[in-house]
């Protein structure tokens, strides 16, 4: 093929399924034919396999427990946790809305902290301002919700000090960060619980909808795994009240073929940014920031963009596809604005983001030719 016809999309999970067909076309089988189909063999193995994943190395063990989606973790360990009506749970207005579904979900309050602008994760210096002095009006500040967004760690002992200085849960919000690292800990590891989205897009991603939770707290993992089944402890008998989201084993037996290869992907998406870096040097777009300690995981490789517009149709005209991540903050959405309690910088470095962020191309099956490609056209604009 000629370097011109070479087209580069911004994520290919097509190419993901056909490198891995035979695996996980014999993983599917096997469920089809085990005549179990929702919280099975493969369920259980799928949990044990990711908490001794997530506890490799110094990390406690991790108990963690399977659910319908990514919004649903999340919702999962608020409930676990207590965490509702005539509560407030602070994470960022810059995420995924999903996460701020996820607090009102359970009937808490959110409260969206700005971010560091280098990071674009949550602000810590605001977050001790709004547990020092909380926004008039608001319930307590029960939990918080940390995003480590893009696939780069959140400073974590930044927020972990007056939380639990306070008696507040810290909740890690994972969903782009699978195998990345603060200081050589595990993303997932650090707060009291954590979730992680297993959405198709995702660093470890299924082939439907899927998500987990984790926690050192064996008692939080067993209430939890309760709570997703109508708050079943025996079957049948609800001692509390419960949802319905479980994991299927279609996607577990999927998730166990990928878990893996997460590793290895992660280390692609990882050259695939240091070339970017490296094609980005003399021009005039700054290569993302990576704090001190922090092993990004590149979810996503995203660079700041004045005139955002322009560039996308640019790269877009030589095969090289962007994307936006995310173009409207939360607190700016219909179903959000002046509703939704905002820290007292109105988050306004989220804002400053929304305009300006773009995704490029990342995906481990991306070949050499197609990185190259991207390189080439970055040299260019
Ligand atoms: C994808 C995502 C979620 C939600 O996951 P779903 O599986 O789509 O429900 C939550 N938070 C963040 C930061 C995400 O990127």
Same mark, same amino acid.
């Given at each position: 093929?000629?370097?011109?016809?070479?087209?580069?999309?911004?994520?290919?999970?097509?190419?993901?399924?056909?490198?891995?067909?035979?695996?996980?076309?014999?993983?599917?089988?096997?469920?089809?034919?085990?005549?179990?189909?929702?919280?099975?063999?493969?369920?259980?193995? $799928?949990?044990?396999?990711?908490?001794?994943? #997530?506890?490799?190395?110094?990390?406690?063990?991790?108990?963690?427990? !399977?659910?319908?989606?990514?919004?649903?973790? %999340?919702?999962?360990?608020?409930?676990?946790?207590?965490?509702?009506? !005539?509560?407030?749970?602070?994470?960022?207005?810059?995420? +995924?809305?999903?996460?701020?579904?996820? %607090?009102?979900?359970?009937?808490?309050?959110?409260? #969206?902290?700005?971010?560091? *602008?280098?990071? $674009?994760?949550?602000?810590?210096?605001?977050?001790?301002?709004?547990?020092?002095?909380?926004?008039?009006?608001? *319930?307590?500040?029960?939990?918080?919700?940390?995003?480590?967004?893009?696939?780069?760690?959140?400073?974590?002992?930044?927020?972990?000090?007056?939380?639990?200085?306070?008696?507040?849960?810290?909740?890690?919000?994972?969903?782009?960060?699978?195998?990345?690292?603060?200081?050589?800990?595990?993303? !997932?590891?650090?707060?009291?619980?954590?979730? $992680?989205? #297993?959405?198709?897009?995702?660093?470890?991603?299924?082939?439907?909808?899927?998500?987990?939770?984790?926690?050192?707290?064996?008692?939080?993992?067993?209430?939890?795994?309760? %709570?997703?089944? =109508? !708050?079943?402890?025996?079957? =049948?008998?609800?001692?509390?009240?419960?949802?319905?989201?479980?994991?299927?084993?279609?996607?577990?037996?999927?998730?166990?073929?990928?878990?893996?290869?997460?590793?290895?992907?992660?280390?692609?998406?990882?050259? %695939?940014?240091? &070339?970017?870096?490296?094609?980005?040097?003399?021009?005039? $777009?700054?290569? *993302?920031?990576? &704090?001190?300690?922090?092993?990004?995981?590149?979810?996503?490789?995203?660079?700041?963009?004045?005139?955002?517009?322009?560039?996308?149709?640019?790269?877009?005209?030589?095969?090289?596809?962007?994307?936006?991540?995310?173009?409207?903050?939360?607190?700016?959405?219909? &179903?959000?604005?002046?509703?939704?309690?905002?820290?007292?910088?109105?988050?306004?470095?989220?804002?400053?983001? +929304?305009?300006?962020?773009?995704? #490029? *191309?990342?995906?481990?099956?991306?070949?050499?030719?197609?990185?190259?490609?991207?390189?080439?056209?970055?040299?260019?604009?």
């Amino acid at each position: 093929m000629n370097a011109q016809d070479i087209i580069v999309p911004q994520a290919d999970l097509g190419a993901a399924y056909r490198a891995q067909k035979d695996a996980i076309d014999a993983a599917v089988s096997r469920v089809l034919n085990s005549g179990w189909y929702i919280l099975g063999q493969e369920g259980a193995a $799928f949990e044990r396999e990711y908490g001794a994943w #997530l506890s490799g190395g110094d990390a406690p063990a991790m108990h963690a427990v !399977g659910c319908a989606n990514g919004t649903d973790a %999340i919702a999962l360990v608020l409930r676990g946790l207590g965490i509702g009506p !005539g509560c407030t749970v602070a994470t960022v207005s810059h995420t +995924a809305v999903a996460t701020v579904a996820a %607090i009102e979900m359970t009937g808490a309050t959110p409260l #969206l902290i700005d971010i560091d *602008p280098r990071t $674009f994760c949550m602000d810590p210096a605001e977050l001790l301002e709004v547990i020092r002095n909380p926004p008039a009006g608001l *319930p307590p500040i029960r939990a918080v919700i940390p995003v480590h967004i893009y696939g780069h760690a959140c400073d974590m002992d930044a927020i972990l000090g007056p939380c639990r200085a306070a008696g507040i849960a810290v909740v890690e919000d994972v969903a782009q960060a699978h195998g990345g690292r603060l200081n050589g800990r595990m993303l !997932g590891t650090i707060g009291d619980a954590s979730a $992680f989205s #297993l959405y198709p897009t995702k660093n470890l991603g299924a082939l439907g909808d899927a998500g987990i939770t984790a926690t050192p707290d064996e008692a939080l993992a067993k209430r939890m795994a309760a %709570i997703r089944q =109508y !708050g079943w402890h025996r079957r =049948y008998i609800s001692d509390e009240v419960g949802v319905n989201s479980r994991l299927d084993e279609m996607q577990a037996a999927i998730l166990r073929v990928r878990l893996p290869l997460l590793d290895r992907g992660n280390a692609r998406r990882q050259a %695939i940014a240091a &070339a970017y870096d490296a094609a980005l040097a003399d021009g005039p $777009f700054t290569a *993302p920031y990576r &704090a001190p300690g922090v092993e990004h995981v590149f979810h996503q490789y995203v660079l700041r963009v004045p005139n955002r517009e322009a560039v996308m149709d640019r790269l877009r005209a030589l095969g090289v596809m962007t994307a936006i991540h995310y173009p409207v903050p939360v607190h700016e959405q219909g &179903a959000y604005a002046g509703r939704i309690a905002t820290g007292p910088a109105g988050c306004a470095e989220t804002s400053r983001a +929304a305009a300006e962020v773009m995704s #490029l *191309p990342v995906f481990p099956e991306m070949t050499d030719a197609q990185l190259e490609k991207v390189c080439a056209a970055l040299r260019t604009v």
